[in-house]
């Protein structure tokens, strides 16, 4: 096997930013109603002005920043609908906006280190020249706080060795839980999901289990044969959470939807599960 040294160097970044969830909960809720349900209850007491006024402030700062943000807001409202049984159809966009914004905050990922490349061949090749491959990296991004999360980079090696990087998106975005509890942190198993608009590049998956509270650290990612002639990408992490750190694995098979699941046994203890993967090579023509 022949070996080759590229010059790319990725870095830190500390303006890259995502808005995502902000689970009041999770800090403490105390007696009914919930601090949630209080704060809900004081956006849907503003009158239209003060709404509308509210609002434009928050758009004003996070807009220049951040993509789709009025999306985000709605979708995270709509996630706050389900769960306590809200009538939608009698707040107005502008409310359910800003009710949206006050359960969203804004995180930079990567503002103290990009770290720990893994690399696979990417699920779609269409297009590719013989001899080149588009490959998918997932990384180690540090940021506030010292919390690890998972971001990714798509790019292309081509047939004589170079390795180029398709540009990031200038907003990132943040996968999510659908449905649980704004009450506790969820806790086992979880499936976490790519917005819809969000290329791969511009995704980062985010701790969100209990055990995985303060970090989701270097994932190894491998693209699996099934006997079907199916893939399935899969890979191991470490979740940590402050005081203990726990092996998981990651899969998926469409890069839209991701388990994280939790291991058990003799090898997944510590970080015993954690393998360096390798690019396969591309198909025979």
């Not at 070996?3 to 808005?19: G, I, K, N, Q």
């Not at 902000?22 to 919930?34: E, M, R, V």
């Not at 203990?244 to 899969?251: P, T, Y």
């Not at 699941?261 to 591309?282: C, D, E, F, L, W």
Request: aromatic letters at 8%; glycine letters at 8%.
């Amino acid at each position: 096997m022949d070996l080759f040294t590229h010059e790319m160097r990725l870095r830190a970044d500390p303006s890259r930013v995502v808005v995502r969830p902000f689970h009041i909960a999770w800090g403490g809720q105390g007696n009914p109603p919930s601090r949630t349900e209080r704060l809900i209850g004081e956006v849907l007491q503003m009158s239209d002005a003060d709404t509308r006024e509210q609002l434009e402030v928050v758009l004003k700062d996070f807009e220049a920043r951040h993509w789709q943000t009025r999306r985000v807001f709605m979708t995270r409202y709509d996630q706050l609908e389900d769960m306590l049984g809200l009538n939608g159809a009698e707040i107005g966009d502008e409310r359910r906006q800003l009710i949206g914004a006050y359960f969203c905050h804004e995180y930079s990922y990567a503002a103290a280190a990009l770290m720990n490349p893994s690399a696979v061949p990417h699920f779609d090749q269409s297009g590719m020249p013989t001899g080149s491959m588009r490959i998918l990296m997932s990384m180690r991004a540090v940021g506030e706080g010292h919390i690890s999360s998972v971001a990714f980079r798509e790019g292309i090696i081509t047939d004589d060795r170079e390795l180029k990087l398709a540009p990031e998106p200038p907003f990132a975005t943040a996968t999510d839980l659908v449905g649980g509890s704004e009450n506790e942190m969820p806790v086992g198993p979880v499936t976490v999901f790519r917005h819809r608009d969000s290329t791969l590049s511009g995704t980062v998956i985010f701790p969100i289990t209990q055990a995985q509270s303060k970090g989701l650290e270097d994932l190894r990612i491998v693209r699996f044969r099934h006997d079907d002639g199916t893939y399935e990408w899969i890979g191991t992490y470490t979740a940590y959470n402050g005081a203990q750190i726990q092996s998981e694995l990651m899969r998926t098979r469409d890069f839209r939807a991701f388990d994280l699941v939790p291991m058990t046994g003799g090898a997944a203890r510590n970080k015993g599960m954690a393998q360096p993967s390798y690019i396969a090579p591309p198909p025979a023509a």
